[in-house]
């Protein structure tokens, strides 16, 4: 399995902000995901980033509310642009491996408050 | 709209008894189900996984029974520890995409001593 980085661990912004989560893996995989956790609630998939391309968002989520950077195959980035209060939760990053190893790792977590 | 039912929503047992969480799946597509154990500020930790060409897994304590033809399976956590208090997630995927999990809603286990 995959060791992953996340930063930072929390944070508390200011509404009308913008915080850039950062998600560093110690391997290369192909595909990378990022998931939002409100409080008290279950993992609700944000989107799949995409190497060199443009992220696939769920529904409900949209590229301006959350763009995601996935420069190479081992980091990536998830912006929540203009927060509001409603934006507080934890933002996990998420890696899978396919193959002989199949499974899914996720990083700590970055625990957001919007005040 | 592909979705994972858990049950219960919260558990209390006492130290040494077995507690027994169910989650029920609608897309027979599925082929990969994982159980994930998440304390409070940390992310879930994969606890144990299994593919639906077996009915029971066992890795230590913790037993995954799985039902195909009901497309249901359940966590059993043998001789449980205070130390199990967490929250506990199913999910499942269909692995020959690569495609995202899907999670249940979560159980949160308390274990008294």
């Known amino acids: 399995s995959a060791v992953i980085s996340q930063k930072p661990s929390r944070d508390i912004c200011q509404r009308g902000t913008s915080l850039t989560i950062q998600c560093q893996v110690d391997?290369?995989?192909?595909?990378m995901f990022w998931y939002r956790q409100q409080p008290g609630q279950s993992l609700t998939l944000i989107a799949t980033?995409?190497?060199?391309?443009?992220?696939?968002?769920e529904s409900g989520f949209v590229i301006d509310k959350f763009p995601i950077s996935r420069p190479n195959l081992t980091f990536s980035t998830l912006t929540v642009s203009n927060m509001s209060p409603e934006d507080s939760s934890i933002y996990l990053c998420?890696?899978?491996?396919?193959?002989?190893?199949?499974?899914?790792?996720f990083g700590s977590g970055t625990r957001l408050t919007v005040v | 709209q592909q979705q994972v039912k858990q049950s219960p929503q919260s558990l209390i047992v006492q130290k040494g008894g077995i507690p027994i969480i169910n989650c029920a799946y609608e897309?027979?597509?599925?082929?990969?189900f994982p159980w994930y154990q998440q304390f409070p500020g940390k992310g879930p930790a994969l606890l144990i996984a299994?593919?639906?060409?077996?009915s029971e897994k066992k890795e230590g304590r913790f037993t995954i029974s799985f039902n195909k033809s009901a497309k249901q399976f359940s966590l059993h956590i043998m001789d449980s520890q205070p130390g199990d208090s967490a929250t506990y997630f199913c999910?499942?995927?269909?692995?020959?995409?690569?495609?995202?999990?899907?999670f249940g809603e979560g159980t949160q286990l308390t274990v008294n001593p």
């Open positions: 998420s890696v899978v491996f396919l193959g002989q190893y199949y499974g899914y790792t």
């Open positions: 391997s290369q995989v192909t595909m």
């Open positions: 980033a995409n190497q060199g391309s443009e992220a696939t968002y």
């Open positions: 897309n027979t597509a599925f082929d990969y």
């Open positions: 299994i593919r639906p060409d077996v």
């Open positions: 999910a499942a995927s269909q692995e020959t995409s690569g495609s995202r999990l899907t």
